[in-house]
């Protein structure tokens, strides 16, 4: 009953968002599209602060590095084939991750904090301040990847639709991957090193390389996100590794609720949607953004993915009293 | 390598820590043999939990020496500790409160078997980990609760899964600091059980001020007053011993010697 309960809503989302792009304008499409790619970001995120209770506020380098790799990586003009982009700009983020792991691993609480957003500093300032990836304005992609199954042209990249169709494949993969992942043993382990550390250690594990190990797979998985946002919009701007970016998708995993998979997702929608209603009503949309996060933040602990458990608990109480 | 009975298993020749100006161990030896309760006695703050903190490896001594089979271990860190045999518990419970029993003994006894392979399984269907996890369930009387979210066991139970997961890794040598404080009267006495059996396969040390307890088991007392050794020896020597009775047992003698 509760495992009905539990799938019935996600089976029912998942069928609206796929017919959606049917019936929506391109430009919710694009919105819709820009929102899962958030949703994996935030979903990578949430492995380090839920689940492992690394707060990492430098994520959005490994993001940002992920988008970078494409222009620079691919020579001007040519055309490039998917299977082999994809996951050498995953693998650069992975990279750099797994590297700036090794140092800010052996940090802890405030300084771990501090030291991520450092390192992300320093790749911002990276490919603002030289010519590596066109300065502080960026660069546009030539072409977008191409995406061919056995010589034929199987998803066209400049057509928003196949770009949604790709992105909604991705995100519902990251999430069954995930949902796997930390059910598995090594799910428990990162479990147990948020929930107490030293008693990890004391059993013999050496905490560290379980750290490491996620610290990459987190920067992997926003590299996919970063990926995917250069194929939606076409070009790489800084701004993609700039720390209040780090920021939105910390406030992302906390409003939809920190150490669940679904919660990510659920902020993702949560913030779009504030974020593009704010901005219609007022001029100081962030104001209106911030007043909602406190207000999640002090009504709602365990964010949005609470609600369910909140109103079963407060349905019992209701059949109790009667 | 066969050990018999006997056989010193872990050694500390003279460990000392200061916190500051504070000197919490100041020139504390003992050897743990294989087969022998070894307690370790002393009033609040005499610095007991600080001595097992540097045989655990989770506070490095300010000087000494510890050996475990003859193998300098000073300078190992605590996991690496763990990993050869050296196990211990928490004088505050320490295990994990969303877990269930089985998962927090599953948790444990996996820190053996890291094959990569393996991790990427659900811990319930690891065979190997999992009939472990049944031993020492079963030893330290938790069956009946394997099931339950370890959060919400009784005081008592929540001790007994303490030991339960300091078993699951199979130490040689365990170090276990008030493993008794805050049981009943039952759960307490099924501890000394287990403890009694527990003594010959392995190197024990016991920090308890349940003297009752301690009496029954103990084959050495050790007590440690401010830091320092006062003196060492066979239970019936430490009970008629006047430097111990004058120093720390005879402070409130009759009553608890705590
Ligand atoms: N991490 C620390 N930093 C500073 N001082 C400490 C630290 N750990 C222990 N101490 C001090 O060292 C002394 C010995 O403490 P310890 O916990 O080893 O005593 P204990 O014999 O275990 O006492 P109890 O019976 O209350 O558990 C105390 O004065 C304590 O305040
Ligand atoms: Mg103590």
Redesign the interface.
Same mark, same amino acid.
């Given at each position: 009953m509760t495992r009905f309960f539990r799938t019935f809503p996600m089976i029912a989302a998942l069928a609206v968002l796929l017919v959606f792009p049917m019936f929506g304008q391109i430009f919710y499409t694009e919105l819709v599209a820009k929102t899962l790619i958030l949703a994996i970001f935030a979903m990578s995120l949430d492995l380090l602060v839920g689940y492992t209770g690394l707060v990492s506020f430098g994520h959005a380098a490994y993001f940002g590095i992920a988008a970078y790799a494409i222009p620079l990586l691919t020579p001007a003009g040519a055309v490039n084939a998917i299977w082999w982009i994809l996951p050498v700009s995953v693998l650069a983020a992975a990279l750099a991750a797994l590297l700036i792991g090794v140092f800010v691993l052996r940090t802890k609480g405030i300084y771990f904090i501090m030291v991520t957003l450092a390192f992300a500093q320093m790749a911002f300032f990276l490919f603002h301040d030289t010519d590596l990836g066109g300065g502080s304005d960026g660069i546009f992609l030539n072409s977008k990847p191409t995406v061919t199954v056995f010589g034929l042209e199987a998803l066209t990249l400049e057509n928003p639709t196949h770009i949604y169709y790709f992105v909604l494949a991705l995100t519902v993969s990251v999430y069954l991957l995930l949902r796997w992942?930390l059910? @598995?043993?090594?799910g428990?382990?990162l479990?147990?090193i948020r929930?107490?550390e030293?008693?990890?250690?004391?059993?013999?594990?050496? @905490?560290f390389h379980y750290k490491l190990a996620i610290f990459t797979i987190a920067g992997a998985l926003a590299g996919l996100a970063g990926f995917l946002q250069v194929v939606l919009t076409g070009f790489v701007t800084p701004e993609m590794l700039a720390w209040h970016q780090s920021g939105n998708v910390l406030l992302v995993v906390i409003l939809g609720g920190i150490g669940t998979l679904i919660g990510p997702v659920l902020g993702a929608f949560t913030f779009i949607a504030l974020q593009e209603f704010a901005q219609g009503l007022v001029d100081r949309w962030q104001l209106v953004m911030g007043i909602f996060i406190i207000l999640v933040v002090f009504a709602l602990p365990g964010g949005l993915a609470a609600i369910p458990a909140r109103l079963r608990r407060r349905l019992v109480k209701g059949a109790d009293n009667d | 390598m066969t050990e018999r009975p006997g056989d010193v298993l872990l050694e500390a020749r003279g460990l000392t820590r200061h916190f500051g100006g504070l000197a919490a161990n100041s020139n504390v030896s003992m050897t743990l043999r294989r087969g022998e309760i070894h307690a370790l006695l002393g009033p609040n703050g005499a610095g007991k939990s600080t001595f097992i903190n540097m045989l655990?490896g989770?506070l490095p001594p300010s000087s000494g020496t510890i050996l475990l089979k003859g193998d300098d271990v000073t300078a190992l860190?605590?996991?690496?500790r763990?990993?050869i045999g050296i196990g211990?518990s928490?004088q505050r419970t320490?295990?994990?409160?969303?877990?269930s029993v089985q998962?927090n003994c599953?948790?444990?006894a996996?820190?053996?078997q890291q094959q990569p392979g393996?991790?990427?399984?659900?811990?319930l269907q690891?065979e190997a980990v999992v009939a472990r996890s049944h031993e020492v369930m079963a030893l330290a009387g938790l069956n009946h609760c394997a099931s339950q979210i370890a959060g919400t066991l009784s005081h008592g139970e929540q001790r007994q899964l303490e030991i339960a997961?300091v078993l699951?890794?199979n130490p040689a040598v365990l170090l276990l600091d008030e493993p008794l404080a805050g049981m009943g009267a039952e759960e307490s006495s099924r501890m000394v059980d287990l403890l009694a059996r527990l003594r010959r396969d392995h190197a024990i040390l016991l920090v308890e001020h349940d003297m009752d307890a301690v009496f029954a088991l103990a084959d050495v007392i050790t007590v440690l007053v401010n830091g320092e050794l006062l003196e060492s020896g066979p239970p019936e020597q430490i009970k008629a011993s006047p430097a111990v009775r004058s120093a720390y047992l005879g402070e409130d003698e009759g009553t608890d010697y705590a």
């Open positions: 992942l059910k @598995t043993s090594f428990h382990i479990i147990g929930s107490n030293h008693r990890m250690v004391a059993m013999g594990y050496n @905490t | 655990s989770d860190s605590a996991h690496r763990s990993r211990r928490f320490n295990i994990f409160p969303t877990f998962e599953v948790l444990a996996q820190s053996r393996r991790i990427f399984r659900p811990p690891n997961m699951a890794t």
